[in-house]
């Protein structure tokens, strides 16, 4: 799993996809509200497309930023959620 610290340092830098695409820059990080660990994370696709969540569960620190196992199609089909600083049960559900 990754730390706190770690994701705090890796704000700004890239999210990498499947096949190491990169999907875009990582814009925050949103911790579980019942454990307090690093859960989601915005990603900023594009100029057009905005933020997306994505989740963190099955993330690794990569070069040059972390790495999911979703395609970037993937991250910018998620369903839309106002990136607030929290999540609700009902918004983690959704996504």
Do not use: C
């Not at 994701?7 to 875009?24: H, Q, W």
């Not at 820059?25 to 660990?37: N, P």
């Not at 915005?42 to 569960?57: A, E, I, Q, R, Y």
């Amino acid at each position: 799993m990754i730390s706190k610290e770690q994701l705090e340092d890796l704000r700004g830098r890239d999210l990498f996809g499947a096949g190491n695409e990169k999907v875009g820059s990582i814009e925050d990080i949103y911790l579980d509200d019942q454990t307090g660990q690093p859960a989601w994370a915005t990603v900023n696709t594009g100029m057009f497309s905005g933020n997306s969540f994505v989740p963190l569960d099955d993330a690794t620190i990569a070069e040059g930023g972390l790495s999911v196992p979703y395609t970037k199609d993937k991250v910018k089909d998620a369903p839309n959620v106002d990136p607030d600083g929290h999540l609700s049960e009902d918004e983690t559900d959704e996504l």
